[in-house]
């Protein structure tokens, strides 16, 4: 059994409510073994990696029944433990002011008959711009919170608060519909806390906007085509009879309000391309941009929007048409605000690269409700030990100095690094233990290593 650092320790307890006091044993074994696993993360290599100091009976058919159980059968639900993580990510990061959420969904890749909410969904990472890639597996509605760290050069970090699966058929409520639900549950557990939405261009939608609620400011992707129009209502003429107008005039599309800007040739009036100074994807960038007030009838009815058109003078990224419900918002802001997204995909291919989320076989409707957002649990609480004590350790500084180029501190396979050398130096006391536990810990690794294979 592997030991559990007082650093982590420290930032697991916060969890336990969340469980009964068997079930929380049980996650703190899972833990751990989901840590140190250095294979195929299915949940009989996590068990078997959690309690390395003997090896499984295969013989015995249901010698796994707890780790299944904690996840099939047992008592705690997955808003309950997000609700436990979303007060851990709070009070341990001290997240003060408007929080950013960011809203994505992921396809991790599943197949069997028998396996319970099992659908065929695009594939973004196989899909390009002229063909639509689909692929079996299970299509995950994700919430997460966004942070940017003080006082570092750290790029902006997603960590994982709520994930609900959204299943197939036309009868099965759609992404957006499914992320409106997951922020309503957000919205319940903090009804004093203002919030940043900020989502792609799929979740600008009527089943998510409409009745959004006001401590909510929207920052999202519109179409180029959209159709608005002018806020402003038109006066009326005397003696005009019929209904009174809604709306002003039709104005150009984001597309096409780029073009009019193009066509611009004085440096007076509406239409001009502004130059901003932002911070996105990394770089400090000077891109140009087009802001206009409008409504969007088809999705958010009458309430008016701001609509901002970027575009790269260098020619690196294409034209962006984004939009935010705050009227009063800066280009600048907006433009970071979306630029802030990407994180959300990095969590992803995290999740799926270093934490192997896709790794686990499981069937019941329970389990695979339950797995994925435990596993997405487990990687926020990695991220929030590795920022309130992790990095201070003496194995962070040891990996520090052996990074390569490409390599970053900030990333989830350099924190899981330092969990796993911090672990093992607990564990590992050569010049204190007795011969007979040296020979148990030596045992020990060789079914580590076994089980790597």
Same mark, same amino acid.
């Given at each position: ?221 519109? #179409? !180029?085509?959209? =159709?608005?129009?002018? &806020? $402003? +209502? *038109?006066? @009326? %003429?005397?003696?005009? #009879? !019929?209904?009174? =107008?809604?709306?002003? &005039? $039709? +104005? *150009?599309? @984001? %597309? ?198």
């Amino acid at each position: 059994m592997w030991p559990m650092i007082p650093s982590l320790d420290a930032v697991v307890q916060a969890l336990a409510p969340a469980f009964s006091q068997p079930s929380f044993h049980t996650h703190c074994h899972c833990l751990l073994g989901w840590v140190m696993c250095l294979g195929r993360h299915r949940l009989c290599r996590v068990a078997d990696t959690a309690q390395p100091q003997s090896l499984r009976d295969h013989s015995q058919r249901h010698g796994l029944d707890t780790t299944y159980n904690f996840f099939a059968r047992s008592g705690w639900t997955v808003s309950g433990l997000a609700y436990r993580v979303a007060v851990l990510l709070l009070t341990r990061l001290r997240l003060t002011g408007v929080l950013t959420l960011l809203v994505d969904d992921t396809l991790a890749h599943k197949r069997g008959k028998q396996v319970w909410g099992l659908g065929w969904f695009r594939d973004a990472v196989a899909s390009t711009r002229q063909r639509t890639a689909t692929a079996s597996g299970h299509n995950w509605v994700v919430v997460a919170i966004a942070i940017c760290l003080p006082g570092t050069n750290a790029p902006i970090l997603a960590l994982p608060l709520l994930a609900r699966l959204h299943r197939p058929g036309k009868a099965q409520p759609s992404c957006p519909q499914v992320a409106g639900a997951l922020l309503a549950e957000v919205l319940a557990w903090f009804p004093s806390r203002r919030f940043t939405l900020v989502a792609d261009g799929a979740y600008a939608s009527k089943a998510l906007l409409a009745g959004l609620d006001e401590r909510v400011t929207f920052v999202g992707r519109l #179409r !180029g085509d959209a =159709a608005v129009y002018d &806020p $402003r +209502l *038109p006066k @009326p %003429k005397k003696g005009q #009879r !019929g209904r009174k =107008a809604q709306k002003g &005039p $039709r +104005l *150009p599309s @984001p %597309k096409a309000a780029a073009a009019k800007a193009d066509r611009k040739r004085s440096a007076t009036g509406d239409w001009l391309w502004q130059e901003v100074a932002v911070t996105a994807y990394g770089e400090e960038r000077v891109l140009r941009a087009v802001a206009y007030q409008a409504v969007w009838p088809r999705v958010l009815g009458l309430r008016p929007v701001r609509v901002v058109v970027v575009r790269d003078p260098q020619g690196k990224l294409d034209d962006a048409y984004l939009f935010t419900t705050d009227l009063h918002a800066s280009v600048a802001w907006v433009i970071t605000q979306f630029a802030w997204r990407w994180s959300i995909e990095v969590l992803f291919r995290a999740s799926k690269q270093v934490l192997d989320i896709e790794g686990p076989q499981h069937y019941s409707q329970a389990a695979v409700e339950k797995v994925a957002p435990w596993v997405w649990s487990l990687q926020s609480v990695v991220i929030v030990w590795y920022l309130t004590a992790g990095r201070e350790l003496p194995e962070a500084e040891e990996l520090r100095k052996v990074m390569g180029e490409w390599d970053s501190e900030w990333s989830l396979r350099h924190m899981i690094a330092v969990l796993r050398r911090a672990t093992l130096n607990a564990l590992i006391k050569p010049k204190s233990a007795e011969p007979t536990e040296l020979l148990k810990l030596v045992e020990a690794l060789k079914n580590c290593v076994n089980l790597a294979v």
